[in-house]
């Protein structure tokens, strides 16, 4: 069972910068890809950004593109997300998770391709 733990979350202005992390623990970890999710109140689940695991590829929805940054400490077994320019609609619970077993070639930016999530942080961006 693999437990993924997101923090840093919070409350800032809009313009402001935020880093999320999500660690990920228990037995050995080695998913094909991490990405981070984002919900919104009253909405469905919004894809935010992937990395894969093992090679440097990313991807990005388009409305985050240029401000946020995903990263990974593979020794860590931690993933990032450097939230910068922020945003009011970036507002929302925003959760890591992680591909165990690969559906395809990815990159992965569809829930139903992650198979572990975290519990979630939120991030406010007042206006």
């Known amino acids: 069972q693999v437990q993924l733990v997101e923090s840093g979350g919070g409350l800032v202005q809009a313009g402001g910068s935020l880093r999320l992390s999500c660690a990920a623990s228990g037995r050995t970890f080695s998913p094909y890809a991490m990405g981070w999710f984002r919900q919104a109140p009253g909405k469905g689940p919004e894809f935010v950004a992937t990395i894969d695991w093992s090679v440097p590829r990313t991807l990005y929805t388009g409305s985050v593109k240029g401000r946020f940054t995903i990263s990974r400490d593979n020794a860590a077994n931690t993933v990032y997300l450097q939230m910068n320019s922020l945003r009011p609609e970036d507002t929302a619970v925003y959760y890591c998770?992680?591909?165990?077993?690969?559906?395809?070639?990815?990159?992965?930016?569809?829930?139903?391709?992650?198979?572990?999530w975290g519990q979630g942080t939120q991030v406010t961006v007042s206006s």
């Open positions: 998770a992680a591909v165990r077993t690969a559906s395809g070639p990815g990159p992965f930016s569809s829930t139903n391709e992650y198979d572990d």
